[in-house]
């Protein structure tokens, strides 16, 4: 079905675990170049590296920091220089980085969410424009950008998260800027909206916890990363979705209908 992603040159950031390692599972398994990124070197890097290249594509690791915007920078000139173009960038990277409720937001909390979740994005897409306008004029098709949103984008996000929920809803926003000015250039972006997902991201939570708060959800739990992975590689192949941008695909087992 996803038969387009063979050889496409796929930038994953913030992929090391969870939704962005699952995805980049489901690109070597499509037969895609993939570059895994993460802040810091996973420990077992080698022996990672090991079973996702015996998976049918070609995957290799990337150490930057993308909540510095020159690393966003580096990193994207060190993909470029490993695969030789971008066809698809997948903006992954985010997370909470605490949870402080309005009285306790200073400063120095307000730009680390902002720039792990919002600028990050930005500034890799910024980076990677020209190189994924090159590959869809080279091939006649689509590229194709993927930014993670959230479920928190809409709501507002849970106790201690309105910061990120705001740096999401900001991802979701600017994205239709993008539309509006680099469809011309080849480019699609969409975004995929997790819902609650078992990942680090709740490791603050006991598995009673996560079974109670689940329970709460139209499936009744929380969803699996393997099973946001399909919708990147949807997003990804031309041949799936080349007349679709600009959309929000909501993957919450019915947690929130907007
Ligand atoms: P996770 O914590 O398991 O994974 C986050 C990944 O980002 C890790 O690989 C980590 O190394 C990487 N990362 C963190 N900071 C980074 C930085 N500065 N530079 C480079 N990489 C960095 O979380 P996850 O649940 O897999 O989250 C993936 C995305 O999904 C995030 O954008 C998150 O906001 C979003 N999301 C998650 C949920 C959920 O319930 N899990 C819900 C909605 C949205």
């Known amino acids: 079905m996803f038969d387009d992603l063979k050889g496409k ?67 994207v000139e060190a993909f470029v220089e490993r695969f030789g173009g971008i066809d698809v960038l997948i903006n992954n990277a985010g997370g909470l980085v605490a949870r402080k409720p309005l009285p306790e937001i200073d400063d120095e909390f307000f730009d680390a969410v902002t720039d792990l979740n919002s600028r990050s994005a930005l500034m890799v897409t910024k980076h990677a424009l020209p190189h994924l306008k090159a590959a869809a004029a080279q091939n006649g098709t689509t590229s194709s950008v993927i930014s993670v949103g959230s479920v928190a984008g809409y709501t507002g996000g849970g106790p201690g998260a309105g910061l990120y929920g705001a740096a999401k809803a900001w991802l979701h926003n600017i994205q239709k800027n993008w539309v509006a000015f680099h469809t011309k250039d080849g480019i699609r972006f969409n975004m995929v909206s997790p819902g609650t997902f078992d990942t680090a991201f709740h490791a603050d939570k006991d598995e009673d916890t996560k079974a109670r708060i689940g329970s709460g959800f139209p499936m009744g739990r929380f969803g699996r990363p393997e099973e946001c992975a399909p919708t990147f590689l949807f997003f990804a192949s031309h041949a799936c979705s080349g007349y679709i941008t600009g959309q929000v695909l909501d993957v919450n087992g019915g947690q929130y209908m907007p």
């Open 9 to 75: 040159r796929v930038l994953i950031t913030g992929s090391t675990q969870g939704i962005g390692l699952a995805a980049v599972e489901a690109f070597a398994r499509a037969g895609a170049k993939v570059a895994m990124n993460g802040r810091r070197i996973p420990a077992d890097l080698e022996a990672t590296l090991a079973r996702l290249n015996g998976l049918g594509g070609e995957v290799v690791f990337l150490q930057a920091d993308v909540s510095d915007s020159a690393a966003c920078g580096t990193l």
